[in-house]
């Protein structure tokens, strides 16, 4: 049962992190790995080559970079929608690939679920906050994803309990968000286009 469970927080927390910070999350479980903190499941023990790692460090770097500058980050994000979504499907499968293939197709859904969620949130998020000309709300916005997204890591590999609280939190905050957020869109969109 401890066995399932880790592996459950392990897929749930690499699908939502890699929808608001992919490369951090591919980079960080890698590490993590290689070093001995975690053990990932056979199919995700690429993460731990140099190569793999080299590749996620270097695309880190540019999303680190990319997020802090306003309108950069939009345009960032909106790339990504196409990539951090099925990634997130990927990695769910992958963390519950070892348990059989009924529980990597609904790993895959969930996965794919948590970080479209994920994503949605943080890119409609930043959107709204880039209309303020000053960059400190955007600097303050993306140095809080990031340190979410380590946490939100710690907690899937080493306190599933403390995830699974941390994901119904921020979904039902997300919930809460989602229709101010498209309201808000909306009043950018309308502003933009006059």
């Known amino acids: 049962m401890a066995e399932t469970l880790s592996a459950a927080a ?4 690499l ?5 608001i910070r992919l490369y951090m999350t591919l980079f960080i479980a890698g590490w993590f790995g290689r070093s001995g903190w975690i053990d990932l499941p056979p199919a995700l023990d690429v993460l731990e080559s140099p190569w793999v790692m080299a590749v996620t ?5 540019v999303e680190f ?3 802090k500058v306003p309108g950069i980050d939009s345009a960032w994000d909106a790339v990504q929608t196409f990539i951090r979504v099925p990634a997130g499907a990927v990695l ?5 690939g070892q348990m059989g293939p009924e529980w990597s197709a609904i790993a895959a859904l969930l996965g794919g679920t948590l970080a479209a969620g994920a994503h949605v949130t943080k890119a409609g998020s930043r959107a709204l906050i ?3 000309p000053e960059p400190f709300s955007n600097w303050g916005a993306s140095f809080t994803e990031d340190v979410t997204v380590l946490g939100g890591l710690w907690a899937a590999f080493f306190h599933p ?7 119904f939190i921020f979904f039902a ?3 809460w968000l989602l229709p101010k957020l498209w309201r808000g869109l909306r009043w950018l969109f309308r502003k933009l286009s006059t």
Do not use: E
């Open 10 to 13: 392990l897929a749930g927390g």
């Open 92 to 96: 769910g499968a992958a963390a519950l």
């Open 65 to 67: 970079l990319a997020d």
């Open 57 to 61: 460090g270097a695309l880190l770097l």
């Open 161 to 167: 309990w403390v995830l699974f609280a941390f994901l």
């Open 173 to 175: 905050i997300a919930l």
């Open 15 to 19: 699908s939502w992190a890699s929808g």
């Open 130 to 132: 880039n209309t303020s």
